[in-house]
């Protein structure tokens, strides 16, 4: 690979999170230096195919290291593309890693190095403590678009509860995603420019139940992306492969399911690991990809305040480590426990990754954002738990 430069800037223009965020959905690797007139040293973070692995600021490294850097808020960067020979030290997915950055600053727990000012240039692309997440996209491929629709603040875009099969991606503004409970509105998360409105899976087998609602705040303009270009793209793809996109959809729901169950306390965490025994333990290293044949199986993450379900897999499903998606799960941040009639089949995941290299830069994104709103769905249905304690 070429190590030369590809993306310099001033942290003025992109601050860490927002440089993180470009860099995943573009699946970089190489090194991003980071230097500050207020620090005689650069710190560094490496990335693998848009994921950190390791940083370095002085005598700080690993997830102390990245975490510190985000209080840089006036200096330079440059990327520098290359293959990355150091050792992963850091396995929280990308998403989490941002958004929990931007909290730390927001807290007043890491050190801003910079002009002393009274505001935070640190606001996105994801929200910050007391707020609910936001996830952006990268630059639209604006050759998908067949037409633009506009909104107002309030405007409902999609009605939970209702039918359709069309994807929408955010050219400008900013949507609220809610679900509707006995008790009222409870929202998940918030999406800007360049993400995705719609179900990846509706494309492969027709149209779904829209599981959400999803508002304008402030004026929003969405562009109605191509389905049948799409569909037609998804047409050529393994049967595996679209059984992957069917089972990372169906998680996606089952984890907003989740939030919202957790929130207005319908459920008892513990008993939906309860007599099965652990699989996968939570931040194992297990480089394999497993089908469910039969049986089933839940996803759950271990926190301060105990294991806090997110999936329950059934037939049909997949997981294990998925090298082109980073969904903040399992291996490294989720637990796999399974029933005793648990039977499992290995997926060549070579060939999985070698179809998604082969996707169209708007689809791979549409995929990408599926994953990283799972990540982010996860973190908030564990915000939920920990208020809760």
């Known amino acids: 690979m070429n190590n030369s430069v590809s993306l310099s800037g001033s942290l003025d223009f992109l601050n860490l999170g927002e440089l993180l965020n470009l860099l995943g959905t573009n699946g970089s690797s190489g090194m991003l230096r980071v230097k500050s007139s207020y620090k005689a040293e650069a710190g560094l973070v490496y ?31 440059e990327f520098v593309q290359e293959d990355p020979s150091c050792e992963k030290t850091i396995n929280k997915s990308r998403m989490e890693i941002i958004l929990d950055g931007l909290r730390l600053l927001d807290e007043g727990k890491i050190e801003k190095l910079g002009p002393k000012t009274g505001a935070s240039t640190q606001d996105e692309p994801a929200a910050i ?19 633009e629709e506009g909104f107002y603040d309030g405007d409902e875009i999609v009605q939970e509860g209702n039918h359709g099969d069309w994807i929408w991606v955010i050219l400008e503004g900013m949507a609220e995603i809610s679900k509707q409970t006995a008790s009222g509105s409870i929202e998940i998360l918030r999406i800007g420019d360049g993400a995705f409105l719609g179900s990846v899976a509706a494309l492969i087998s027709g149209g779904r139940v829209r599981t959400a609602t999803v508002k304008a705040v402030g004026n929003v303009q969405l562009g109605m992306l191509d389905s049948q270009l799409l569909a037609n793209e998804l047409a050529n793809v393994s049967a595996d492969f679209k059984s992957l996109l069917n089972s990372v959809d169906s998680r996606l729901k089952q984890v907003v399911e989740m939030a919202v169950k957790t929130k207005e306390n319908q459920h008892n965490p513990e008993s939906y690991i309860e007599g099965k025994k652990q699989l996968i333990k939570q931040g194992q290293e297990e480089e394999r990809l497993f089908i469910i044949k039969n049986g089933d199986a839940v996803i759950a993450r271990q926190t301060d305040n105990g294991y806090v379900p997110l999936a329950q897999l059934k037939k049909g499903d997949f997981f294990g480590r998925i090298p082109f998606l980073d969904m903040g799960h399992e291996p490294y941040s989720a637990a796999v426990f399974s029933a005793d009639n648990l039977k499992l089949a290995a997926v060549d995941v070579k060939k999985l990754e070698s179809e998604h290299q082969g996707l169209s830069s708007t689809l791979k994104n549409i995929v990408g954002h599926m994953a990283t709103s799972v990540s982010v769905s996860t973190m908030v249905t564990c915000n939920f738990q920990k208020q809760k304690a």
Do not use: H, R
Request: hydrophobic share 40%; net charge negative.
């Open 47 to 77: 990335l693998d195919k848009g994921n950190p692995i390791n940083a370095t600021n002085g005598s700080l490294s690993g997830m102390d290291a990245i975490f510190s850097l985000f209080g840089w808020t006036d200096g330079e960067f």
């Open 129 to 147: 403590s007391g707020q609910v997440p936001l996830i952006k996209g990268p630059l639209v491929d604006y050759s998908y678009v067949v037409d």
